[in-house]
C-alpha cells in the first residue's frame, strides 16, 4: 500500500525589520521586498514602529511601497529600547499588562499603520520578549500574534487569552550567511531538512512554518543594531547609539547573489505552501460557535474522570465552566438550564490564583447558586473570578469547576480537588517562557518572572487549538 503524500505545510516568509539608527537597514528591507516580488513570493514584514517613523523623516517612500506588496505585521515601538514587553508587566497582573503595554505603544501602532497605509494584521514577538498580556492585548483588538510561546501538542497555532497564536517554530537563520557563500549553503541545507522534518510531523488542527527569512538590517552588518546599545538593560539616550558595522560595500553583490538562491529555492519547492500571514489568519480564525448539550455532557464526563481543569477540541476550560453554570439550570437572571446548545462565551482567565479548597463536597443547591454567581461576576469584569462563594465558603474557581460537571451528570453533592488551579498543560507553556525570556541579552540578568509565569498560567484557562475554518464547517 503506498503511503500517503504528506499535504504541503502552511509557511510564512518573515522578516524582522528593525534597525532604528542605520539608514542603509531601509535599503536591505527594499531591495528585499522587491525581490520577492520579482519571483513571485509572498513575504511577511514585521515593522517596528519608530522605524516606519523614520521611513517616513527620511522621505523613503520607496521601501514603503515596496513592503506594501507583501504582509505587514507590528514589531512594537522601539524593540530593544527598554522597557521591553516583558519589562512593562512583570509586577503586573494580566489585565495591568495589557493597559501598560498599549499605554507605551498605542502611538507607534498608530503611526505604523498610518504611515504604512494599511491595517496591521498583527504583533510579533521582539526578540524573547513575550507576557501573556501581550496576547491579551491583541485578543482585545481582534489581531493575531506571531511567535507566540504558547503551543500544544501536534499544533503550532493556539488560541490564548482570546488571541490566535502562531507558536514560533520554523527553520532559516541566514542572518549572518548571506555574506558567505559556503556557510549560506550549508544553511539552505540545514533548512530543507528541517522542512523535510516538519511535513512529516503529526499534525491536529492548525499549523503553520515560519521560513525566517532574516533581519535585513544582520544580513548587511557584521552584528545586531540592538547588541551595540541595549544589553543587559543598558538604555543609553538616543544621541548615543552605536549603529553596527557594515559589511564591506563589495560584498553586497555575495548578499543578494544568496538571497536570490534562497528565493529560487522557495519558489520551486513543493514542500510549503508559501503564503502571506493575512490568508493564514483568515484560514484559521474561526471558532465553533456553540456546543449542543451533547458534548457538554461529554465534557463533564471527562473533567469527572480526570478530576482536573480542562479543556476540548473546541471550548477553553474558562468557555466550558460558563456553559457548565449555564447548563446546571441558572444563567444570568436566574433564566435558564439544559438546552439543546449553548452559545460560546467569552471570559478571560483569572487575574489572581485560586485558594486551595478544601477536601469536601457540597450540596448541588449551593453549587447552583454559586455557579450563578459565577455568570455574573465574568459578566461584570470579562474574568473569571479566582474563587466563588459555595455555602459561605471561598472555594477556588477550579474547584468549582470539577464540582459543577459532577452537578450536571446528576450528583446531588459534590466537590473537587483543592488544587485545581488550571488546565495542566500550563505548566509546559511557562516552562517554555520562563526558559526563553531570560536567555535574550538586551534583557536585565536576574529578572522576577514568578508574577509574570503566575499570569501565564491563569490565562491557560482560556488555551484550546486552532482548527481551519473548513475542519470548523464556517
Same mark, same amino acid.
Given at each position: 500500500?503506498t503511503?500517503?503524500?504528506?499535504r504541503?505545510?502552511?509557511?510564512?516568509?518573515?522578516?524582522d525589520?528593525?534597525?532604528?539608527?542605520?539608514?542603509?537597514?531601509?535599503?536591505?528591507?527594499?531591495?528585499?521586498?522587491?525581490?520577492?516580488?520579482?519571483?513571485?513570493l509572498?513575504?511577511?514584514?514585521?515593522?517596528?514602529g519608530?522605524?516606519?517613523?523614520?521611513?517616513?523623516?527620511?522621505?523613503?517612500?520607496?521601501?514603503?511601497?515596496?513592503?506594501? &506588496?507583501h504582509?505587514?505585521?507590528?514589531?512594537?515601538t522601539w524593540?530593544?529600547?527598554?522597557?521591553?514587553?516583558?519589562e512593562?508587566?512583570?509586577?503586573?497582573?494580566?489585565?495591568?499588562?495589557i493597559e501598560?503595554?498599549?499605554?507605551?505603544?498605542?502611538e507607534?501602532?498608530?503611526?505604523?499603520?498610518?504611515?504604512?497605509g494599511?491595517?496591521?494584521?498583527?504583533w510579533?514577538?521582539?526578540?524573547?520578549?513575550?507576557?501573556?498580556?501581550?496576547?491579551?492585548l491583541?485578543?482585545?483588538?481582534?489581531?493575531?500574534?506571531?511567535?507566540?510561546r504558547?503551543?500544544?501538542p501536534?499544533?503550532?497555532?493556539?488560541?490564548?487569552?482570546g488571541?490566535l497564536?502562531?507558536?514560533?517554530?520554523?527553520v532559516g537563520?541566514?542572518?549572518?550567511?548571506?555574506?558567505?557563500?559556503?556557510?549560506?549553503s550549508?544553511?539552505l541545507?540545514?533548512?530543507?531538512?528541517g522542512?523535510?522534518e516538519?511535513?512529516?510531523?503529526?499534525?491536529?488542527?492548525?499549523?503553520?512554518?515560519?521560513?525566517?527569512?532574516?533581519?535585513?538590517?544582520r544580513?548587511?552588518?557584521?552584528?545586531?543594531?540592538?547588541g551595540?546599545?541595549?544589553?543587559?538593560?543598558a538604555?543609553?539616550p538616543?544621541?548615543?547609539?552605536?549603529?553596527?558595522?557594515?559589511?564591506?560595500?563589495?560584498?553586497?553583490?555575495?548578499?543578494?547573489?544568496?538571497?536570490?538562491?534562497?528565493?529560487?529555492?522557495?519558489?520551486?519547492?513543493?514542500?510549503?505552501e508559501?503564503?502571506?500571514?493575512?490568508?493564514?489568519?483568515?484560514?484559521?480564525?474561526?471558532?465553533?460557535?456553540h456546543?449542543?448539550?451533547a458534548?457538554?455532557?461529554?465534557?463533564?464526563?471527562?473533567?469527572?474522570?480526570?478530576?482536573?481543569?480542562?479543556?476540548?477540541?473546541?471550548?477553553?476550560?474558562?468557555?466550558?465552566?460558563?456553559?457548565?453554570?449555564?447548563?446546571?439550570g441558572?444563567?444570568?437572571?436566574?433564566?435558564g438550564?439544559?438546552?439543546?446548545?449553548?452559545?460560546?462565551?467569552?471570559?478571560l482567565?483569572?487575574?489572581?490564583?485560586?485558594?486551595?479548597?478544601?477536601?469536601?463536597?457540597?450540596?448541588a443547591?449551593?453549587?447552583?447558586?454559586?455557579?450563578?454567581?459565577?455568570?455574573?461576576?465574568?459578566? &461584570?469584569?470579562?474574568?473569571?473570578?479566582?474563587?466563588?462563594?459555595v455555602g459561605g465558603?471561598?472555594?477556588?474557581i477550579?474547584?468549582?469547576?470539577?464540582?459543577?460537571?459532577?452537578?450536571?451528570?446528576?450528583?446531588?453533592?459534590?466537590?473537587?480537588?483543592?488544587?485545581?488551579?488550571?488546565?495542566?498543560e500550563?505548566?509546559?507553556?511557562?516552562?517554555?517562557?520562563?526558559?526563553?525570556?531570560?536567555?535574550?541579552?538586551i534583557?536585565?540578568k536576574?529578572?522576577d518572572?514568578?508574577?509574570?509565569?503566575?499570569?501565564?498560567?491563569?490565562?491557560?484557562?482560556?488555551?484550546?487549538?486552532?482548527?481551519?475554518?473548513?475542519?470548523?464547517?464556517?
Amino acid at each position: 500500500m503506498t503511503a500517503p503524500v504528506p499535504r504541503p505545510l502552511p509557511a510564512l516568509l518573515c522578516f524582522d525589520v528593525e534597525d532604528l539608527i542605520s539608514p542603509e537597514s531601509d535599503d536591505a528591507a527594499m531591495w528585499m521586498a522587491q525581490m520577492l516580488t520579482e519571483y513571485g513570493l509572498t513575504g511577511t514584514f514585521m515593522v517596528v514602529g519608530e522605524k516606519a517613523r523614520l521611513w517616513e523623516r527620511r522621505g523613503r517612500r520607496d521601501v514603503i511601497e515596496a513592503l506594501k &506588496r507583501h504582509h505587514l505585521g507590528y514589531h512594537s515601538t522601539w524593540h530593544s529600547v527598554h522597557p521591553t514587553t516583558t519589562e512593562h508587566c512583570l509586577d503586573k497582573d494580566f489585565a495591568q499588562g495589557i493597559e501598560a503595554i498599549w499605554a507605551w505603544d498605542r502611538e507607534g501602532w498608530q503611526d505604523t499603520e498610518r504611515i504604512l497605509g494599511r491595517p496591521l494584521l498583527g504583533w510579533a514577538r521582539t526578540g524573547a520578549s513575550w507576557a501573556p498580556s501581550i496576547q491579551g492585548l491583541m485578543g482585545r483588538m481582534g489581531r493575531a500574534y506571531a511567535y507566540s510561546r504558547v503551543r500544544l501538542p501536534e499544533t503550532s497555532v493556539c488560541w490564548y487569552g482570546g488571541c490566535l497564536g502562531f507558536y514560533d517554530d520554523g527553520v532559516g537563520g541566514f542572518d549572518d550567511a548571506f555574506v558567505d557563500d559556503a556557510l549560506f549553503s550549508q544553511r539552505l541545507a540545514k533548512a530543507k531538512q528541517g522542512v523535510d522534518e516538519r511535513t512529516r510531523w503529526p499534525r491536529r488542527g492548525a499549523h503553520w512554518t515560519d521560513v525566517f527569512m532574516c533581519h535585513p538590517t544582520r544580513a548587511i552588518h557584521t552584528s545586531f543594531w540592538d547588541g551595540m546599545n541595549f544589553v543587559e538593560g543598558a538604555n543609553p539616550p538616543r544621541s548615543q547609539w552605536k549603529p553596527a558595522v557594515l559589511h564591506p560595500a563589495e560584498k553586497l553583490p555575495t548578499i543578494q547573489g544568496n538571497f536570490r538562491r534562497l528565493c529560487t529555492w522557495l519558489r520551486d519547492q513543493t514542500e510549503l505552501e508559501i503564503v502571506g500571514w493575512g490568508e493564514l489568519i483568515r484560514r484559521y480564525d474561526g471558532q465553533r460557535p456553540h456546543a449542543t448539550h451533547a458534548e457538554l455532557l461529554a465534557a463533564a464526563r471527562r473533567i469527572v474522570d480526570e478530576r482536573r481543569v480542562l479543556f476540548t477540541d473546541h471550548f477553553t476550560a474558562a468557555e466550558l465552566l460558563l456553559m457548565l453554570c449555564k447548563a446546571v439550570g441558572v444563567g444570568v437572571g436566574g433564566q435558564g438550564g439544559p438546552a439543546a446548545t449553548y452559545a460560546r462565551p467569552t471570559a478571560l482567565g483569572p487575574l489572581s490564583m485560586p485558594p486551595r479548597s478544601s477536601e469536601r463536597t457540597w450540596p448541588a443547591a449551593e453549587l447552583r447558586s454559586a455557579a450563578q454567581r459565577v455568570i455574573e461576576d465574568t459578566a &461584570r469584569t470579562g474574568y473569571l473570578p479566582a474563587s466563588e462563594s459555595v455555602g459561605g465558603e471561598a472555594v477556588g474557581i477550579g474547584t468549582v469547576f470539577v464540582a459543577l460537571a459532577q452537578v450536571l451528570l446528576g450528583a446531588d453533592s459534590a466537590g473537587g480537588p483543592s488544587d485545581a488551579f488550571y488546565p495542566a498543560e500550563a505548566e509546559a507553556v511557562a516552562l517554555d517562557a520562563g526558559t526563553d525570556i531570560p536567555k535574550w541579552i538586551i534583557h536585565p540578568k536576574n529578572m522576577d518572572l514568578s508574577k509574570l509565569l503566575e499570569q501565564t498560567r491563569l490565562q491557560c484557562w482560556t488555551l484550546k487549538p486552532a482548527w481551519t475554518c473548513e475542519d470548523l464547517g464556517i
